[in-house]
T-cell receptor, first 114, second 115 residues
Framework: AQKVTQAQTEISVVEKEDVTLDCVYETRDTTYYLFWYKQPPSGELVFLIRRNSFDEQNEISGRYSWNFQKSTSSFNFTITASQVVDSAVYFC???????????FGDGTTLTVKP | GAGVSQSPRYKVTKRGQDVALRCDPISGHVSLYWYRQALGQGPEFLTYFNYEAQQDKSGLPNDRFSAERPEGSISTLTIQRTEQRDSAMYRC?????????????FGPGTRLLVL
């Protein structure tokens, strides 16, 4: 069985602060895929990143970066110099190979105050 | 290009009525997924299709729920004899390749309220 845990239910920061959202997962598969999605107040789910389990290189995209550590089953997401527009619910998800049954965490609500 | 579309966006129905929720995937996407999202929780898998074949329906809560994708494009999720506990956001997603490695792109969802 798969499980994704996002232990931080809510985080509040002031604009320009850095913030890290934690994601810990459980799976018996040796190959799997990890995702982050953003759900802004408008409600849609926006894809941010996909990571293969066999690629442990960290990734940076502008102010966003992701730290994948297979040894600790974690896939954490850092926003540098946060902005008010970053306020949203962020979901981490795990997908097994050759199957579409993704498991999502319950999300972390990030509030960035001006 | 156009993203995943879902209709209706909002549906209010009375307990006991049947509802049909429609999903139109991104053009050319071969896999289609249905999820249900309760308030304050992440999406919960219901079922998915590769082309017109339903590959996994293990997430459907009971036999009142069914889904089809007869021509490998548009899909319909049907809930028969709705109950108040069915109230949720129903989300559809599609991917360009077969399920697994491919990124799922989500539609705006259908908010269902059963009175």
């Amino acid at each position: 069985a798969q499980k994704v845990t996002q232990a931080q239910t809510e985080i509040s920061v002031v604009e320009k602060e850095d913030v890290t959202l934690d994601c810990v997962y459980e799976t018996r598969d040796t190959t799997y895929y990890l995702f982050w999605y953003k759900q802004p107040p408008s409600g849609e789910l926006v894809f941010l990143i996909r990571r293969n389990s066999f690629d442990e290189q960290n990734e940076i995209s502008g102010r966003y970066s992701w730290n994948f550590q297979k040894s600790t089953s974690s896939f954490n997401f850092t926003i540098t110099a946060s902005q008010v527009v970053d306020s949203a619910v962020y979901f981490c998800a795990l997908t097994p190979p050759n199957a579409g049954k993704s498991t999502f965490g319950d999300g972390t609500t990030l509030t960035v105050k001006p | 290009g156009a993203g995943v579309s879902q209709s209706p966006r909002y549906k209010v129905t009375k307990r006991g009525q049947d509802v049909a929720l429609r999903c139109d995937p991104i053009s050319g996407h071969v896999s289609l997924y249905w999820y249900r999202q309760a308030l304050g929780q992440g999406p919960e898998f219901l079922t998915y299709f590769n082309y017109e074949a339903q590959q996994d329906k293990s997430g459907l809560p009971n036999d009142r729920f069914s889904a089809e994708r007869p021509e490998g494009s548009i899909s319909t999720l049907t809930i028969q004899r709705t109950e108040q506990r069915d109230s949720a956001m129903y989300r559809c997603a599609s991917s360009s390749g077969l399920a697994g490695a491919e990124t799922q792109y989500f539609g705006p969802g259908t908010r269902l309220l059963v009175l």
